[in-house]
Every structure is written in structure tokens, then in C-alpha cells.
């Protein structure tokens, strides 16, 4: 094999693994659950915030909040909290979870779209749409148009 086809082939790989690496970090998703799913309290300890793409650095989950409402449905509330000095533009989606942690289907798996002001707080709340539900995971991830 020769010299100059050697070093066109890693080349290309290594433009290839950079490219498959960088569109990597774009689609990740940060998630917010509470710690115990059976936890009924109206400030549940939450299990972790994941945030990719750079959002752990800008923004900080302030607080959870659920309850019920009519007929027994989960009902939430979560602050998010920009920390930056920049606008944020994020997506995001509720899932809803029954006792034995599997996913509800329902309408609220559909991606919404959020800008967060440099220092401002946005609230994200929800009612599930059936009863039963006893947690929850709010997805986030940078948004794709911003």
C-alpha cells in the first residue's frame, strides 16, 4: 500500500469519527426524575439532572414540585433557572410513568419548545392525562432551531 493513500484513509476516519462525535454531543438529552418514584411528597427529592450539549453549565433545575389533581392524576411543576448571560433555547417533554415504571403514553411525549432569558426562571407544569401515573421524567436537550 502506499504512502499518501495510508495517510488519505485516516484521514478521512478521523474527519469521520469527529463529525459522528460532535453530532453525538448535540442529541443528548438532559433528564429530571424524582429519586423515589413512589415519592408522594409536594417537593420530591430529585434522582438526577443530566444535561448535554453544554446545558449542565447554563441551566440549574430550581425546584419540583407535584401534587394531585381531579380524579387522581400527578400533577408538576418544575423551575428552570438560566444561569447564563445568554438566551437559551431549549426543547423538552414530559414522561409519564405508572407504579411499576413503565411508560404512559399520552400526548404529553411531544418535544416543546423553550428560551429561557439570561437570569430568568421558567416554569414547565403539567397534569397527566390518566390516573395511575405516580412519577415522572422531564427530558431537555438543546433545541434544534434556535
Do not use: Y
Not at 444535561?51 to 423551575?79: M, N, P, S
Not at 411525549?109 to 397527566?128: N, T
Amino acid at each position: 500500500m502506499n504512502a499518501p493513500n495510508t495517510k488519505f484513509s485516516i484521514l478521512c476516519f478521523l474527519l469521520t469519527f469527529l463529525f459522528i462525535a460532535g453530532c453525538a454531543e448535540k442529541g443528548k438529552v438532559g433528564t429530571v426524575s424524582k429519586e423515589n418514584p413512589q415519592d408522594k411528597s409536594s417537593h420530591p427529592e430529585m434522582k438526577k439532572v443530566e444535561f448535554g450539549g453544554g446545558l449542565e453549565k447554563v441551566i440549574d433545575v430550581v425546584r419540583i414540585t407535584q401534587g394531585k389533581a381531579d380524579q387522581d392524576l400527578l400533577r408538576i411543576q418544575v423551575e428552570l433557572k438560566n444561569i447564563s448571560p445568554k438566551e437559551v433555547n431549549v426543547s423538552h417533554r414530559l414522561e409519564w410513568h405508572d407504579q411499576e415504571g413503565f411508560l404512559v403514553k399520552d400526548t404529553s411525549l411531544v418535544w416543546k419548545a423553550l428560551m429561557i432569558r439570561p437570569g430568568e426562571s421558567k416554569m414547565i407544569e403539567s397534569i397527566s392525562t390518566r390516573p395511575g401515573v405516580t412519577a415522572f421524567k422531564l427530558k431537555i436537550q438543546p433545541a434544534k432551531n434556535p
